[in-house]
């Protein structure tokens, strides 16, 4: 391995793609001691670890949001990236330049004592990262399932799941007991524990009472309302009316309200109210902006003020196509038009699934082609398509521009362009965009 902390982060990238056997190996024995030899075990005095099968995203975003308005000085780790590579670690809202991961990754190259996975490697490079400039809190996405993943070396002050649905089966198991009891696996001993799923698995509950965890549930501690113009949350202490609609689930912004409640600081409520006005993140049931929409009109050669609206989410599973579907059956009655869906999915995910609860409200659909070892062709998406629902208006193209393109041609004004399926989905259009 000839890299060093000035070579470009794209060849350290191929790099670490390639550095072990496998591309997912489960286990935090390997990462675990190469994190204790370099002291990368304590980078914050206040860690939050936030998993859950949708919704970590928005929830950490939101938290950041509003710790960076209190005036702490915070860091985040997410996954995946939408672009960037530089997207997975921010800190004080920005993310950082291509030479602080590349002399942070020639550290860990350096300093390792076992092969280590992308994630793996990625994971210790942002805990080293976070180490350096003297953080107040941190907040760890949990990359997959909880217990064996690679965030899980961090002993938190503070676990919050958002949501517990089926996906990753082949690595949490088939059943919400079995996933529930993985997510489980960021509980700490006497820690809070923050739940914003109202239908909470008894395996997840098992693993709060025998750590002693001060468990806040939605709909048991903590509950929330939509009103026609605003929403409300209350707890046992405290009741918030009038709340601004912001542009994340408001099930995720609830448990991020509900998370605040247990921090130990004095978090005033102006500053939530701010937050939640504020607060936005690409690919989460995003409207495009006028921006977007000038390229967009640009690209095909259409005129801005007839195009539709375009919404992008990267929603990819049964629990948040349930979500996009009554979101759009709102939008769809407000807007009298067609919903035409460009849908692009990894194979290995559950494609009729996510079918089943958007054929309903869709009326026309363009199955894109998505490239890797996990895409499929939009001919393959198709045919799972047209299989389990016959009856669909369906084509394939070989990209996900293609198929907003021919989206385009057949719609108006009033209608509502839908491009989903997958984080890979929405990044080939937005860097279009941008």
Same mark, same amino acid.
């Given at each position: 391995?000839?890299?060093?902390?000035?070579?470009?982060?794209?060849?350290?990238?191929?790099? @670490?793609?390639?550095?072990?056997?496998?591309?997912?190996?489960?286990?935090?024995?390997?990462?675990?001691?190469?994190?204790?030899?370099?002291?990368?075990?304590?980078?914050?005095?206040?860690?939050?670890?936030?998993?859950?099968?949708?919704?970590?995203?928005?929830?950490?975003?939101?938290?950041?949001?509003?710790?960076?308005?209190?005036?702490?000085?915070?860091?985040?780790?997410?996954?995946?990236?939408?672009?960037?590579?530089?997207?997975?670690?921010?800190?004080?809202?920005?993310?950082?330049?291509?030479?602080?991961?590349?002399?942070?990754?020639?550290?860990?190259?350096?300093?390792?004592?076992?092969?280590?996975?992308?994630?793996?490697?990625?994971?210790?490079?942002?805990?080293?990262?976070?180490?350096?400039?003297? @953080?107040?809190?941190?907040?760890?996405?949990?990359?997959?399932?909880?217990?064996?993943?690679?965030?899980?070396?961090?002993?938190?002050?503070?676990?919050?799941?958002?949501?517990?649905?089926?996906?990753?089966?082949?690595?949490?198991?088939?059943?919400?007991?079995?996933?529930?009891?993985?997510?489980?696996?960021?509980?700490?001993?006497?820690?809070?524990?923050?739940?914003?799923?109202?239908?909470?698995?008894?395996?997840?509950?098992?693993?709060?009472?025998?750590?002693?965890?001060?468990?806040?549930?939605?709909?048991?501690?903590?509950?929330?309302?939509?009103?026609?113009?605003?929403?409300?949350?209350?707890?046992?202490?405290?009741?918030?009316?009038?709340?601004?609609?912001?542009?994340?689930?408001?099930?995720?912004?609830?448990?991020?309200?509900?998370?605040?409640?247990?921090?130990?600081?004095?978090?005033?409520?102006?500053?939530?109210?701010?937050?939640?006005?504020?607060?936005?993140?690409?690919?989460?049931?995003?409207?495009?902006?006028?921006?977007?929409?000038?390229?967009?009109?640009?690209?095909?050669?259409?005129?801005?003020?007839?195009?539709?609206?375009?919404?992008?989410?990267?929603?990819?599973?049964?629990?948040?196509?349930?979500?996009?579907?009554?979101?759009?059956?709102?939008?769809?009655?407000?807007?009298?038009?067609?919903?035409?869906?460009?849908?692009?999915?990894?194979?290995?995910?559950?494609?009729?699934?996510?079918?089943?609860?958007?054929?309903?409200?869709?009326?026309?659909?363009?199955?894109?082609?998505?490239?890797?070892?996990?895409?499929?062709?939009?001919?393959?998406?198709?045919?799972? @398509?047209?299989?389990?629902?016959?009856?669909?208006?369906?084509?394939?193209?070989?990209?996900?521009?293609?198929?907003?393109?021919?989206?385009?041609?057949?719609?108006?004004?009033?209608?509502?362009?839908?491009?989903?399926?997958?984080?890979?989905?929405?990044?080939?259009?937005?860097?279009?965009?941008?």
């Amino acid at each position: 391995m000839n890299l060093k902390a000035t070579s470009p982060l794209s060849e350290w990238l191929s790099y @670490l793609e390639n550095s072990h056997f496998k591309a997912i190996d489960l286990g935090l024995e390997r990462i675990k001691s190469v994190a204790e030899k370099m002291d990368l075990l304590h980078t914050a005095p206040y860690v939050i670890t936030v998993g859950g099968t949708n919704g970590k995203g928005t929830t950490c975003r939101l938290l950041e949001t509003i710790l960076l308005r209190h005036g702490l000085r915070v860091g985040v780790y997410s996954s995946p990236h939408l672009l960037r590579y530089n997207e997975r670690v921010r800190i004080q809202n920005q993310d950082l330049p291509n030479e602080a991961h590349t002399t942070s990754f020639a550290f860990i190259e350096e300093n390792k004592t076992e092969s280590l996975t992308y994630f793996e490697f990625s994971t210790l490079s942002a805990l080293h990262l976070f180490k350096q400039h003297q @953080l107040d809190v941190v907040i760890l996405e949990v990359g997959l399932g909880g217990r064996l993943d690679a965030t899980n070396i961090v002993d938190s002050n503070l676990a919050v799941i958002t949501s517990i649905d089926i996906d990753h089966t082949d690595f949490l198991g088939n059943t919400r007991e079995a996933i529930a009891f993985e997510k489980a696996g960021i509980f700490r001993q006497n820690c809070p524990v923050v739940i914003g799923e109202a239908n909470v698995p008894n395996t997840m509950l098992e693993q709060a009472a025998r750590l002693d965890c001060q468990v806040s549930r939605r709909e048991l501690d903590w509950s929330f309302q939509i009103n026609s113009e605003s929403w409300q949350w209350q707890s046992q202490k405290v009741r918030l009316e009038n709340l601004p609609f912001c542009q994340i689930p408001l099930m995720n912004a609830a448990t991020a309200l509900a998370v605040v409640e247990q921090l130990p600081f004095d978090i005033q409520e102006n500053t939530l109210r701010e937050a939640l006005q504020s607060v936005e993140l690409v690919g989460r049931f995003q409207t495009i902006k006028e921006k977007q929409r000038e390229k967009l009109a640009n690209l095909f050669d259409q005129e801005i003020d007839n195009l539709p609206t375009v919404i992008v989410d990267v929603g990819h599973n049964p629990h948040a196509a349930a979500y996009l579907s009554e979101k759009l059956t709102a939008l769809k009655a407000q807007k009298q038009g067609k919903l035409i869906a460009v849908c692009g999915m990894l194979k290995d995910k559950d494609a009729q699934g996510v079918f089943t609860h958007l054929v309903p409200i869709v009326d026309e659909w363009h199955c894109a082609t998505l490239g890797g070892y996990r895409g499929q062709t939009g001919g393959e998406l198709q045919l799972k @398509l047209t299989e389990f629902f016959p009856d669909v208006k369906a084509k394939s193209q070989n990209s996900v521009m293609n198929a907003v393109q021919i989206a385009l041609k057949s719609a108006v004004k009033n209608d509502i362009i839908l491009i989903f399926g997958s984080f890979h989905t929405v990044a080939e259009f937005w860097q279009e965009v941008e």
